[in-house]
């Protein structure tokens, strides 16, 4: 039996009697017959801190309840830079957390006495990482589940933050948090179940995307636009909502879709290989095989635009330094540029040799088919009109996107605010347009090449949702002949 080396009693108007015991090499604080501070807890809160990685910049924690003893000081081992918040209600709890002092010197948390559903509505700033520990002994706080404080905790969290949310026994918050939030993860310790939770589209498989969004692989102009205007060797297939390509090499076949409404199997066709891509879906309906490789993009990333109309705070830190810098420099202007200046300042470039008339052959097969609706910005020099930096891309109207075709810098201006000023001239391009999203195309994920983490590092400075397919889907239909 473990004796205490001393104790404290504390008497609280929310909590009653508060115990604090003193013991070698642990303290605990302990509400009624729960532990609210002490070695189990410290423990559920350094395991579930490495489900953060350490490479995630948390600078801002905000912590509700807890009273900010051993899980400011779990914090504090792994973001040592870390700014804390703690908000709990109890005066009380936060005396014994000051007295206490579990955390390094130079860190001393900042704390807001008061009930966290009020708290959260009334600040105005952003967290890189927000724990949730709200108890009452065994007891959660009720109003955790309620739809309104889910909604204001959610907006509190930074666009690639992390929220840690400790359930005790009550996993019937998870489907609360999950309306505004996407779970990652949720694993047990001993008697708590524990969550982690991002915003929707930070490369989850099966995330919602945004109500409104259609996938650009249902336009049918940009299905056709993928192909030479000429080729005879491919049709559209499908209907509304399920739109897709079939194609042949001599005689190999192929059909592919992607969408999450299944497609209609055409019997009558040449036998055939046929690909169902899903965007959200993860069921697989009888008669699919789900392929073991991916063969599509694993990750694109969209920016969602709509009543934003100073969409740039939602940018990083670094991407709005840039873009008020490039504002500010009057040396340069963005212009639509003609093909042929567009084409010989890519190719000045010299980068990516063996792609580059790969790259261009794709940008005029897509001024074939979509005509106006393909622009190429070219921010250029006022004197000189040296083109330094060019973006192309194809509006799609008919499903509010705007395609990130083809992008570069010249290399003597990589240290300029150019590529940001050049990124911020098309998110003006589709306000103007009315065109709600953005669509940057392939964003780096693990199973990628490394050679496009850099490009894929600069995307995601833009607030993107990084929509993560799931593997698709494969069936080898075979034709069958209809009676004469």
């Not at 940008?363 to 609706?373: A, Q, T, Y």
């Not at 103007?432 to 195309?441: D, N, S």
Request: hydrophobic letters at 35%.
């Amino acid at each position: 039996m473990q004796l205490p080396f001393r104790t404290e009693t504390y008497q609280s108007e929310k909590n009653g009697t508060v115990t604090v015991r003193h013991l070698p090499g642990e303290t605990k604080v302990i509400v009624g017959d729960y532990e609210e501070s002490g070695r189990y807890l410290q423990t559920l809160w350094h395991k579930a801190l490495l489900r953060v990685p350490e490479s995630h910049p948390v600078k801002q924690v905000l912590m509700l309840g807890g009273a900010g003893t051993c899980a400011v000081r779990e914090v504090h081992k792994r973001f040592k830079d870390a700014h804390v918040l703690v908000v709990d209600w109890d005066p009380v709890m936060v005396e014994i957390a000051k007295s206490l002092k579990a955390w390094p010197r130079k860190h001393v948390p900042e704390f807001v006495v008061g009930d966290a559903k009020e708290a959260v509505k009334k600040l105005n700033r952003t967290f890189d990482l927000i724990l949730v520990d709200l108890f009452t002994g065994g007891e959660t706080d009720p109003n955790l589940a309620s739809d309104e404080m889910v909604a204001d905790v959610a907006k509190l969290l930074e666009p690639e933050g992390y929220l840690l949310l400790n359930l005790f026994r009550t996993v019937g918050l998870i489907p609360a948090f999950e309306k505004k939030l996407s779970r990652q993860q949720a694993w047990q310790h001993q008697y708590n179940t524990v969550a982690c939770f991002r915003h929707y589209g930070q490369g989850r498989v099966g995330d919602p995307v945004p109500e409104g969004f259609v996938h650009q692989m249902q336009s049918q102009n940009y299905l056709l636009g993928g192909w030479p205007p000429d080729a005879k060797n491919a049709e559209l297939v499908g209907k509304p909502g399920c739109y897709g390509m079939r194609w042949h090499y001599g005689p190999m076949w192929m059909e592919a879709y992607t969408t999450d409404v299944q497609p209609e199997v055409d019997y009558s066709a040449p036998t055939r290989m046929l690909i169902w891509q899903p965007i959200t879906k993860l069921g697989k309906p009888a008669g699919w095989h789900r392929s073991w490789i991916q063969m599509n993009p694993q990750q694109h990333g969209f920016a969602d635009i709509k009543d934003k109309p100073e969409y740039w705070k939602e940018w990083t830190d670094h991407a709005q330094r840039h873009r008020k810098k490039w504002l500010k420099d009057e040396r340069y202007e963005i212009v639509e540029a003609s093909l042929s200046d567009f084409v010989a300042a890519y190719h000045k470039t010299g980068k990516l040799p063996m792609m580059r008339k790969d790259f261009v052959r794709l940008l005029e097969r897509r001024i074939v088919r979509h005509g106006s609706d393909v622009h190429l910005f070219a921010a250029r020099d006022k004197e000189t009109r040296e083109i330094i930096s060019g973006l192309a891309v194809c509006d799609l109207p008919d499903t509010s996107h705007s395609m990130h075709v083809i992008a570069y810098i010249n290399p003597k201006f990589e240290k300029t605010s150019v590529g940001t000023g050049i990124i911020d001239h098309w998110y003006k391009h589709c306000q103007a347009t009315g065109i709600r999203f953005p669509h940057f195309g392939l964003v780096w994920t693990p199973g990628d090449p490394n050679s496009w983490k850099g490009y894929s590092k600069f995307k995601r400075q833009f607030n993107l949702f990084l929509l993560r397919y799931p593997y698709p889907l494969i069936r080898f239909p075979k034709q069958r002949k209809t009676a004469q």
